[in-house]
Every structure is written in structure tokens, then in C-alpha cells.
């Protein structure tokens, strides 16, 4: 059972150990592990958001997902739409991570872009675990949850758009995929510092 009892803090208690950390700017082999999973996950979710399009809207939902380009500028236009729709998922995704940062601590974390990866980040605070699952799983649960809805009440229209955003999104939480599911296996009190590219786990002796 979780302790109720912990709160977030800048300083670690004497009776804590470093258990490991998750270092991307450092660990080239984490970076490319995360990287390849991202990369099936993509597959992965792919399909699965795709059945669950079939199965919210059986009757029409084909009729979003054709995409016709009639011309080079049309074909420019589709992937300016596309990288538009990335780029805003991205701010979402990292906003949802913040936003459970400053509820947690009323602190603002720090948002930065690193070329192959995004993060927001508390690097003074320790948070406790259950905290910090709320927290690295808030935007692959949130926007699904949110992309699902949208793909039972929008036009066939928004098909594709939707569904680019929910995997892409999916993908991305690679890393947030691996923390959650190292901290399940750690024990009740652990607490998480989260320095944005690093990641590092601490429980009690």
C-alpha cells in the first residue's frame, strides 16, 4: 500500500539510497532503447487506435481516412497541417506533465527541447511515487481518453488529424512508459527526481 503520509520535498531524507536513474543525455543506450520502443510503439498503437475507430464508428469510418492531394501545393499543405498538429501535441503532452508538477508542488517547472526529445522537469523537487505516476502517465492517458471522445462525436473529417495526434502522442510517452513501469516494481515511499533528460529513483533503506 502507498504511504499517505509523503509529500513532495527539496531534500531527500537521510534514510533514503539512490536505486538507479534513467539518464538520456548521457546513457546513448537508454536513448536508443527508448527511441526503438517509441518506434513500436507507433506500430503498436497505430493499429489499436485504428480498431478502436472501427469499432466507435463502424458505419463511416473509412470515409476520413482518404487522403486526396491534387497537387504539389496540396501535398506541402497536408504535411504543414501534419507537423502543426505534431508540434501541438508535443506542447500539450509536456503541459499535462507541468501542470501535475505545479499542482503537486505550486512550483513552475522548467520546459526544454533537446532535438530528439521534449520534457518538462522538476529538478530540485523529490516527489513520491504515486505523485510522480500521476504525473508521468497524465498526458498519454489524458489525451487518449480525450482523442476517444472526439472520435465519437467529430465529423469523419477529423478521423485521420485525431488519429495522428493519439499515436504520435502514444509513442512519444515512451519514456514516461519505462519510468511508470520501473516505479511500479519499486516499493511504497519511493520518491522520484525528475531533472528532465534524467530521471533518478531513491527508496528507503
Known amino acids: ?23 538520456l543525455s548521457k546513457d546513448w543506450r537508454a536513448l536508443v532503447a527508448v527511441n526503438v520502443l517509441a518506434l513500436v510503439l507507433l506500430f503498436c498503437f497505430g493499429a489499436l487506435f485504428y480498431q478502436a475507430l472501427i469499432w466507435l464508428r463502424p458505419s463511416d469510418y473509412s470515409l476520413g481516412l482518404i487522403v486526396q492531394a491534387g497537387s504539389t501545393l496540396e ?3 497536408l504535411v504543414g497541417i501534419l507537423l502543426v498538429l505534431l508540434a ?18 505550486r512550483v513552475r517547472p522548467h520546459f526544454a527541447f533537446k532535438g530528439a526529445y521534449a520534457y518538462a522537469a522538476l529538478p530540485d523537487w523529490f516527489l513520491p511515487r504515486g505523485q ?6 497524465a498526458p498519454f492517458v489524458g489525451i487518449t481518453l480525450l482523442g476517444l471522445v472526439m472520435l465519437v462525436i467529430v465529423p469523419p473529417a477529423w478521423f485521420l488529424a485525431i488519429l ?3 499515436v504520435f502522442n502514444a509513442s512519444g510517452a515512451a519514456g514516461d512508459l519505462v519510468v511508470a513501469g520501473w516505479l511500479l516494481f519499486l516499493p ?17 533503506r
Open 1 to 23: 500500500m502507498e504511504r499517505d503520509d509523503l509529500k513532495p520535498t527539496l531534500t531527500l531524507p537521510e534514510t533514503y539510497a539512490p536505486v538507479g536513474t534513467i539518464d
Open 75 to 77: 501535398a506541402l499543405s
Open 88 to 105: 501541438v501535441m508535443v506542447i500539450i503532452h509536456e503541459a499535462l506533465h507541468g501542470v501535475c508538477f505545479w499542482g503537486f508542488t
Open 132 to 137: 510522480y505516476l500521476v504525473t508521468a502517465m
Open 164 to 166: 495522428v495526434v493519439m
Open 188 to 204: 511504497p515511499g519511493t520518491y522520484v527526481r525528475d531533472r528532465g533528460d534524467a530521471v533518478s529513483f531513491y527508496r528507503p
